[in-house]
């Protein structure tokens, strides 16, 4: 996998969009970028995932940088429960020998 | 649909016994991973399991080991327990091997305390 660089904290007022920035300037070209959060004390869960073009799904947004060398998920209306760590990863779809490489995340805390 | 299903929750052991970890897939799912998460290492890969075949491994020693059954339920064991073993144990599934759909589903994992 290629090694993603996110900032360690964020703080978003509740209500506004979250913008989590992801560095993955040695990504190659068939590698996808994964969005994962983790809330305290459960498994990690799954937010977007793209290649080349942004992506939305019901949860959030991710958009891609044309040269692909960084992204930026978007959660569009911040909730206190999107408080959680956020894990950026670039990994091939057919999977890594290595598994999914979780980093140390950005943890984006909410406030009322 | 139920999720991953993760047993035990809690388990407190000490050094030198061994511990067997159970996981249930989703229903469908043939693909089963273990990641092992520790406040110092993160989020680091132990092996994945397709159709009762260890398909990857990750870095770590031989007292980490696990299986798949027929019915894609997995288990792993951790032999010789050492106190730097106490981590939060969590498995994933997803429908075939390697991710291919992009997402991983997570059990809420299984927390093991080693005195």
């Known amino acids: 996998d290629a090694k993603t660089t996110q900032p360690p904290s964020m703080d978003c007022a509740e209500g506004r969009a979250a913008n989590l920035p992801c560095n993955h300037s040695?990504?190659?070209?068939?590698?996808?970028v994964y969005w994962y959060r983790q809330i305290h004390s459960q498994g990690p869960q799954y937010i977007i995932h793209?290649?080349?073009n942004n992506e939305t799904n019901e949860m959030a947004s991710l958009i891609i940088t044309e040269d692909r060398k960084s992204s930026t998920l978007i959660l569009p209306h911040a909730t206190l429960r999107d408080t959680a760590v956020y894990y950026c990863?670039?990994?091939?779809?057919?999977?890594?020998?290595?598994?999914?490489?979780f980093g140390k995340g950005t943890h984006l805390i909410i406030q009322p | 649909k139920a999720g991953v299903t993760q047993t035990p929750r809690y388990l407190i052991k000490t050094r030198g016994q061994q511990v067997t970890l159970s996981c249930s897939p989703i229903?469908?799912?043939?693909?089963v991973s273990w990641y092992q998460q520790t406040p110092g290492q993160g989020l680091q890969f132990l092996f994945e399991?397709?159709?009762?075949?260890?398909?990857n491994k990750g870095n770590f020693p031989g007292r980490f080991s696990g299986r798949q059954f027929s019915n894609s339920r997995s288990e792993m064991n951790v032999s010789t327990l050492e106190l730097g073993d106490s981590a939060l144990y969590l498995c994933?599934?997803?429908?075939?091997?390697?991710?291919?759909?992009?997402?991983?589903?997570f059990g809420e994992g299984s927390r093991l305390t080693v005195l």
């Open positions: 994933a599934s997803s429908l075939e091997a390697g991710f291919d759909t992009g997402e991983l589903f």
């Open positions: 040695t990504i190659s070209g068939n590698e996808y």
């Open positions: 793209g290649l080349k």
């Open positions: 990863i670039a990994s091939y779809s057919g999977g890594g020998a290595d598994g999914l490489t």
């Open positions: 229903s469908g799912h043939r693909s």
């Open positions: 399991y397709f159709s009762e075949t260890q398909r």
